[in-house]
């Protein structure tokens, strides 16, 4: 969402406010920096392959008796032996790929900047998610072989290759601590979260940094994203929905049959144009503009929207003259392998070109690295980025069977060899798309010397800070959730409510609760909408599913006790009550569907997405709040819980809360209730 001060940005002068990209670096699959990186995909390097039983046991998870399997057994992963033991690899590679790019800086010491640490991020690392299943369940084992030690260690042998602790059960539990592991391995000082808006989650973080940087609230940032779970659950997961590629996953190519997941972490840094001159740090690119935008009712959880991505892409070219629509150079899409959303998006990219002078190639590093998640945003910006560094396009030749039905009058194309650029204005635009109908699109910019001022940056008059009031609050527990509710008011039908997390739902009820008390609100005002939840990554539902998948290892169980496996996951769906399991389960577990079930239900179309900052998340989500609010003027909803936790049962949310907030010059025009104004937030 463009910033709410005013920028000419046909001047032919920087003003030093821009956001600009100072550091860089990754791991990744087969690369353990940005300069292996570049170098495989300058070759057009596919990493995609068969994955090793090391990652989980094909025998129990590639078979079609599984119902709770998966149908893929290829992926694109970390491949360097120093992460091979590792019992947090999230944490690992993060902390080397952020080493890398603040490599970049000339003056490394870091001590007397406030830094903020802001990461995309889906799931939590689960590098040691059978021993961590163990630990937690190791009760019902006990109760089934009626605490016979001999038997009770079959069992501890199956699940567990080390010992663990429990902080490194906690660690699970709470991913958001690597970024407490940044800051102690750094010495930064600064404001950290973990933003979750599915596949779009680095560019969503990304966002957040740039706005931190540009309202004066942090000197630098660290930013992008880190995503490490190749488990069972997350391949069950997206085998529910039918995502995951059985032949060939091939982005933007007709033949391809869906997705590839892969790992790795991208990490950039931020500053001003203005203090990075300053501090005689290299400039690698200009962040010039982040389109954010929520599908609303126009798409179901899965399916991609065209109304959402037009909507995002006006937002992030909206003060674009044509002459500068016309400077973007390549489109780097966010097109994973899956016919209906590569073409889609190709649709898109077509009709928003329509009046663009020259065509335009296109491309999606997913076809090399497969889809990193959570941090596929981060990975698809470092390519552009080494794009503008090198001036090379590069070929795209994997791509043999392009998705867009060929026509005269298209407006992108695939290119088969590489382009040089020699253009002096280079703009490239990067889409991020999450499910959970959220979207996102950075607009980067080459950096040119020569628009520099002269002399010193003239000063800019200081950000007008907002006052931010409280429109509405309500909260809702358990016992609220009522099925009728559910199923004729909210459209939820009865037999996914019990694939649906309670937080989800009783946000749902919160969120209406508040909502009614604001009265009237325009069609504008649901345009421009925001939801945001503030609450721990991971719900307790996908805990439940992940119990059942895991449980699966029991297949390799004989003797006289070839029955465990069912025995226990009988268990498992009586507590749970998961009687039956399908698709719907998939978004029922997931973090960003709290927000986007709102966003969908009301047809909201600004930005919605998860914060988890661990036990600073709801001070977190206002300060995000705080600051969208004055980029924009608008409504934000803030949800969040109170959050219970222990390390045999995780985290347990028994309500669910709702915040509404506004600029209190806005809510006066329009007539909207206030309930207080809120203080300065520490």
Not at 38 to 53: A, G, H, P, Q
Not at 195 to 203: E, T
Not at 346 to 353: A, D, E, R
Request: glycine share 6%; charged share 25%.
């Amino acid at each position: 969402m463009p910033f709410k001060t005013p920028k000419n940005i046909a001047m032919e002068e920087y003003t030093g406010e821009e956001i600009c990209i100072v550091g860089y670096g990754c791991v990744g699959p087969n690369v353990n920096n940005a300069n292996e990186y570049w170098e495989d995909i300058l070759n057009n390097k596919v990493s995609i392959e068969e994955l090793s039983d090391k990652i989980f046991n094909k025998r129990v998870y590639y078979n079609k008796k599984n119902l709770l399997g998966t149908h893929s057994y290829k992926g694109a992963v970390v491949k360097n032996k120093k992460y091979g033991h590792s019992k947090n690899k999230l944490r690992d590679i993060t902390i080397d790929a952020t080493r890398e790019a603040l490599g970049h800086l000339k003056n490394t010491n870091l001590e007397n900047k406030k830094i903020d640490v802001f990461l995309g991020c889906m799931s939590s690392d689960l590098s040691l998610y059978k021993e961590n299943f163990f630990h937690k369940k190791v009760g019902v084992f006990e109760k089934y072989f009626n605490s016979e030690k001999s038997k009770l260690s079959k069992i501890e042998k199956l699940f567990c290759k080390s010992k663990i602790n429990k902080d490194e059960i906690i660690r699970q539990d709470f991913p958001s601590l690597i970024l407490n592991d940044l800051k102690e391995e750094f010495g930064i000082k600064g404001e950290y979260a973990l933003f979750d808006a599915a596949c779009a989650s680095s560019l969503a973080a990304i966002d957040a940094a740039s706005a931190s940087l540009y309202f004066d609230e942090a000197d630098m940032a660290i930013t992008g994203g880190a995503e490490t779970d190749m488990s069972p659950m997350i391949y069950s997961i997206f085998s529910r929905v039918g995502a995951l590629s059985k032949k060939a996953s091939l982005p933007l190519d007709g033949d391809s049959d869906g997705m590839a997941l892969g790992e790795g972490a991208a990490i950039f840094v931020l500053q001003k144009l203005k203090n990075a001159i300053a501090d005689g740090n290299k400039i690698y690119g200009i962040v010039d503009n982040i389109g954010s935008s929520s599908d609303g009712n126009a798409s179901s959880f899965f399916s991609p929207s065209a109304v959402g991505q037009k909507i995002c892409f006006d937002r992030a070219y909206k003060n674009y003259q044509k002459d500068k629509v016309d400077s973007i150079v390549y489109m780097e899409c966010h097109a994973t392998g899956t016919k209906v959303g590569d073409s889609l998006e190709c649709q898109s990219l077509n009709n928003f070109f329509t009046n663009k002078k020259n065509k335009t190639p296109i491309g999606s590093v997913k076809s090399l690295i497969g889809h990193t998640r959570g941090a596929a945003g981060a990975f698809s910006l470092l390519k552009s980025l080494l794009i503008i560094k090198n001036k090379i396009i590069p070929k795209n030749s994997n791509i043999k069977n392009f998705v867009l039905k060929e026509n005269k009058d298209n407006k992108i194309f695939i290119n088969e060899k590489n382009i040089a650029l020699k253009n002096k204005k280079i703009t490239i635009g990067i889409s991020s798309f999450g499910f959970g109908n959220i979207n996102y699109h950075l607009v980067l910019e080459n950096f040119i010397k020569n628009k520099l001022p002269a002399g010193k940056f003239e000063e800019t008059a200081s950000k007008e800070n907002e006052r931010i009031v409280a429109l509405a609050f309500e909260e809702a527990g358990k016992g609220e959730i009522n099925r009728n509710i559910f199923v004729n008011k909210f459209r939820i039908a009865e037999g996914i409510l019990s694939q649906t997390d309670n937080a989800q739902l009783l946000a749902l009820i919160s969120f209406d609760k508040a909502f009614k008390k604001l009265g009237y609100i325009s069609p504008d005002l649901h345009k421009s909408f925001k939801v945001i939840s503030c609450l721990s990554h991971g719900l307790s539902l996908a805990d439940h599913f992940s119990d059942l998948v895991i449980s699966e290892e029991l297949r390799e169980v004989g003797g006289e006790y070839k029955n465990i496996k069912s025995d226990i996951q009988k268990i498992f769906r009586q507590k749970y009550g998961l009687r039956e399991i399908n698709e719907d389960i998939s978004y029922g577990t997931i973090n960003n569907v709290v927000s986007d079930r709102i966003s969908n239900f009301y047809n909201f179309n600004g930005k919605n997405l998860n914060i988890d900052a661990n036990l600073n998340s709801l001070a977190m989500g206002i300060k995000f709040a705080k600051r969208e609010l004055m980029r924009e003027d608008s409504l934000i909803a803030i949800l969040y819980a109170d959050e219970l936790y222990n390390d045999i049962n995780g985290v347990r949310r028994e309500n669910m809360k709702c915040l509404i907030l506004s600029n209190l010059d806005f809510a006066k025009e329009n007539n909207l209730p206030i309930l207080y104004e809120l203080d300065e937030i520490k």
